[in-house]
């Protein structure tokens, strides 16, 4: 434990892609590839490049590696290996998830179930499938949130209906960091009968998460937000849960076709194996890092901290600024060589309201100035003392240009 421990201390003080050049607090974005992920890729792009379906040699030695890696991530969400299914990533996960549970309830209640609930903040893949859905037919019921982006356990339960095929729910906002209280949804829809999933995109790897204690059937995460490589993802599937394939093949047992993304896969593996053998140190470092943040952007006039919830994510951040424009500020602090997010998306050279901050009724004239700043692996004191002493400047500048 102390030679770990030691290991972890020795990683911390090696220089960091945040060292430099730049300053990156944009890790809900997406994270940095890790070193040893990145060497354990490089051989099944080079020497072991069989196609893990084929039965000869080569490509039974990329198949073993392959299950080795669902190994390792089932490991990190407390899944059996053969309930996970690996995708391209977080968003093909989602919609995995809810359109294939979701036609296939339908389908064997001969259309009776066709009612989604979900919520109002959850990510745009979600609210594309549900787009998608609707116009089959299906009826989509959208769960609103409080001024800490949390849902309301008395609403989703009155929406809970005898037609409701799937819920989903996102176990921690991608904006402001929001812990949905998933365990006690997740009893709500098994008393109910109805699948539960959850987005945990942004949760894996910086909470504890156990998918048999909490009761879920359906989990999805993305590979890039835990310091594997774009383009790799992960749908946890219940033993026993059947979901309609979007994408047809014999691959991943008949749930997910199309010919296994091997290199990236074993980088998942790699990554996740990492977290689950530094999570209490990550997290304890996240946490302190964050209450450093917190501290010197509250002590500055006119911010705010948007969400205040009790339950939050360690390396999430979210304020709004009075009198800035939030795409200004993201693009000033650039300049400066920090990497931060304004979290909503920015039109005509303005920042407009996300559709979570409007969901938290937050007043337009303060949520124009919304800024996030996430951490990760890579960030440092270094990385918030840098931010901090430049912050005050940059907002005075664009404050007095105004």
């Given amino acids: 434990m102390i030679a770990k421990q030691a290991e972890i201390e020795k990683r911390d003080k090696t220089p960091s892609p945040s060292e430099g050049d730049c300053v990156y607090l944009d890790h809900n974005a997406t994270t940095p590839v890790r070193p040893e992920v990145v060497d354990a890729m490089i051989p099944f792009l080079r020497e072991t490049y069989g196609n893990p379906n084929s039965v000869h040699s080569v490509g039974q030695k990329a198949r073993k590696a392959v299950e080795e890696a669902r190994e390792e991530v089932a490991r990190l969400i ?26 296939n309830v339908f389908n064997r209640s001969s259309g009776k ?29 959208k769960i609103g949130v409080d001024e800490n982006a949390l849902v309301s356990l008395d609403a989703f339960k009155n929406a809970l209906a005898d037609d409701t095929a799937v819920a989903s729910v996102m176990f921690a906002n991608n904006e402001v960091g929001t812990i949905q209280p998933i365990a ?21 790897g910086k909470v504890p998460i156990d998918v048999h204690a909490l009761g879920l059937d359906l989990l999805s995460l993305s590979g890039h937000k835990i310091n594997a490589p774009k383009g790799i993802g992960a749908l946890y599937v219940k033993k026993g849960a059947v979901l309609t394939p979007v994408i047809t093949g014999h691959q991943e047992k008949n749930r997910r076709g199309g010919t296994e993304n091997v290199a990236s896969i074993i980088g998942l593996g790699v990554a996740a194996r990492l977290i689950r053998e530094e999570f209490d140190a990550h997290l304890k470092k996240l946490s302190c890092l964050r209450d450093k943040l917190e501290a010197g952007v509250g002590a500055l006039p006119g911010a705010h901290r948007t969400s205040r919830a009790e339950n939050r994510l360690p390396g999430t951040s979210h304020f709004c600024f009075e009198g800035v424009d939030g795409h200004h500020l993201v693009v000033a602090l650039d300049l400066e060589g920090v990497c931060v997010s304004s979290g909503p998306a920015c039109s005509g050279g303005m920042t407009e309201l996300s559709h979570v901050l409007k969901a938290m009724n937050v007043a337009p004239e303060l949520g124009r100035g919304a800024l996030r700043v996430t951490l990760g692996w890579s960030s440092s004191d270094a990385d918030i003392e840098r931010f901090l002493a430049l912050l005050p400047r940059t907002l005075d500048k664009l404050r007095t240009s105004q």
């Fill in 184 to 204: 006690e949804i997740a009893r709500m829809c098994a008393k109910a009968g109805v699948l539960f999933h959850s987005d945990a995109v942004q949760a894996v």
């Fill in 113 to 141: 179930k066709n009612r989604i609930i979900t919520t109002v903040i959850e990510h745009e893949a979600m609210h594309g499938a549900c787009r998608c859905l609707a116009a089959r037919g299906f009826k989509i019921e």
């Fill in 78 to 103: 407390g899944a059996d290996a053969g309930e996970i299914v690996f995708t391209s990533c977080g968003s093909e996960s989602d919609v995995l998830a809810l359109t294939g549970a979701a036609q």
